[in-house]
């Protein structure tokens, strides 16, 4: 119960954090043009895994979603913005997972955000080691549209 009472959110990316900042925000080596923006702290989580991204990080706090009662009003969205435009960020990428929510989310935000910087979205395809003739159609249509050239 101690860890629940000490445990907040971060004052500039809402990822969970015992102190006014968290860890990445605090970290001087990581990039600042870049926010890459994730549902929920497991998601960043997730991506840090990877090792691959060096970039910034906003927490919406979940996804939009009419059926359970969630709008862009419920959502960390308007700091978003607002730190995209304060930071001067020259990309935010978006990480949400691929759902009809997710998808309704990164819609909304990138028309929100289009204005300001370049909007981009993580590829979705094919998980390592699977079989195509078992991946369904959605599956194999984004892995098809996420393609990029071969170097």
């Keep these: 119960m101690a860890a629940r009472s ?3 959110q971060c004052r500039s990316c809402f990822h969970l954090s015992a102190e006014a900042e968290c860890e990445i925000c605090l970290d001087q080596e990581r990039s600042n043009g870049q926010i ?10 997730a991506m840090e895994r990877t090792r691959e991204y060096s970039g910034r990080y906003h927490v919406l706090g979940g996804v939009i979603s009419p059926m359970d009662g969630i709008g862009p009003e419920s959502l960390q969205i308007q700091p978003l913005v607002e730190r995209v435009d304060r930071e001067n960020a020259s990309e935010v990428i978006l990480a ?3 759902s009809v929510e997710g998808d309704t989310t990164s819609l ?3 028309r929100l955000l ?5 909007v981009t ?7 390592v080691g699977s079989e195509l003739e078992y991946a369904d159609q959605v599956t194999l249509a984004r892995a098809f549209e996420g ?3 071969m170097e």
């Excluded at 890459?36 to 989580?45: E, H, I, K, M, Q």
């Excluded at 993580?122 to 998980?127: F, S």
């Design 114 to 118: 289009k204005p300001f910087t370049t």
């Design 36 to 45: 890459c923006v994730v549902a929920d702290s497991r998601d960043l989580l």
């Design 147 to 149: 393609r990029r050239r």
């Design 6 to 8: 000490q445990v907040g």
């Design 121 to 127: 979205r993580i590829a979705y395809g094919l998980p």
């Design 108 to 110: 909304y935000l990138a």
């Design 96 to 98: 949400l997972t691929p």
